[in-house]
DNA sequence: GAAAATAGATATGATGTATAACTATTATTG
DNA sequence: CAATAATAGTTATACATCATATCTATTTTC
């Protein structure tokens, strides 16, 4: 138990401040090397968890050639038949520039349409094809999949703590002066 | 009150699963559409809280000219003198490739030095330089500020249960066949 | 009707991350 | 001990995400 205790805490190993820095420290590479000081930082945890989610989200998302930000815009397509372009950047919080390659390479895989809009022809109005609501769906599937193998150390209740907090954190005021 | 519990659910409201696709419902941008899937992945609350605390670590840099990769090379370096740029890339993992500009950047600034190391001349000792141990403690506290105002809403209970998630996550297997 | 605002698009740049391949050096193997 | 394999750092390249300025056409505001 003391053993594997001691052996759990390496990464986060007190930083080395006994440390002297005469050469003859250079002589090894430099041991129980860690990121204590930046573990103390909650967001530094927050960015490691999202490492590792963001490769499986990936990886899910390949066969079906989607990404992070395709299959973001896809899904919301699909449930918001209609929607403007201007909108989509809004409920993704992605700059609207950045979203002409994203909605062309959607509609260049067959999954959405541009649609005129009779009323206002500065805008298009995105529809899903069906194609796209089966992509959307099966794809769903697969980072449901590969979400619950990654959390599955966590019960439901601590994944709602976690939903709960990142929702604070998301809505809460912006840290460092703007 | 009910008007405000109103208000505050709507980004996250139902898909309009209701909505026919006709032209008619093209005519006005899709009301009340939302990310609402989405939230479904506690993977998604992730990240949208990651990008607004790394929004917060930008700004709270930049007076420093450091950034995310930057910062947490320095602190790490500046914990653990002599160590190796290999030993570096795994503590942070980040590939070791995409090192050399990070501690080129470090290096040219005056933050750190690539020293040799006499018994292995295929590697260098990263050393922080006195004015990098400055540099490294004055970000650290500016992004310390910035997470504190950003957290304000989370007690220390709950920051802990965070991070604990966020290690579970991040130590769990992956998701995704590999 | 003129000015201001908006929708989508073009262009460009910054940041973070991934892979293949290379030279020099060290470690391993027989 | 020599040949082979592995390692350290580097070069080169590509991909993904995100940011900003600017533009044309259109709609809204005053």
Redesign the pocket.
């Known amino acids: 138990m003391p053993w594997k205790g001691w052996r759990r805490s390496w990464r986060n190993a007190r930083p080395n401040s006994g440390y002297s820095m005469g050469q003859a420290q250079a002589k090894r590479?430099t041991p129980r090397a860690g990121d204590a000081t930046l573990r103390g930082f909650v967001g530094y945890h927050v960015?490691r968890a999202m490492?590792v989610m963001l490769?499986d989200l990936?990886r899910a998302l390949e066969p079906y050639e989607l990404?992070?930000?395709?299959y973001s815009a896809l899904v919301v397509i699909v449930d918001n038949p209609g929607l403007?372009?201007?909108?989509l950047?809004d409920i993704l919080?992605?700059?609207?520039?950045?979203?002409?390659q994203i909605?062309?390479d959607l509609e260049g895989k067959g999954l959405i349409r541009?649609e005129k809009v009779p009323?206002?022809?500065?805008?298009?109005a995105l529809m899903a094809t069906d194609r796209g609501q089966e992509v959307a769906g099966e794809a769903g599937y697969a980072i449901r999949a590969a979400e619950e193998q990654r959390l599955v150390a966590l019960s439901d209740e601590e994944r709602r703590e976690v939903i709960r907090a990142m929702n604070l954190i998301e809505r809460g005021q912006g840290g460092a002066k703007a």
């Open positions: 590479p960015k490492s490769a990936m990404r992070l930000v395709t403007r372009q201007a909108q950047a919080d992605i700059e609207r520039p950045n979203l002409v909605v062309d541009r009323t206002d022809r500065r805008a298009y």
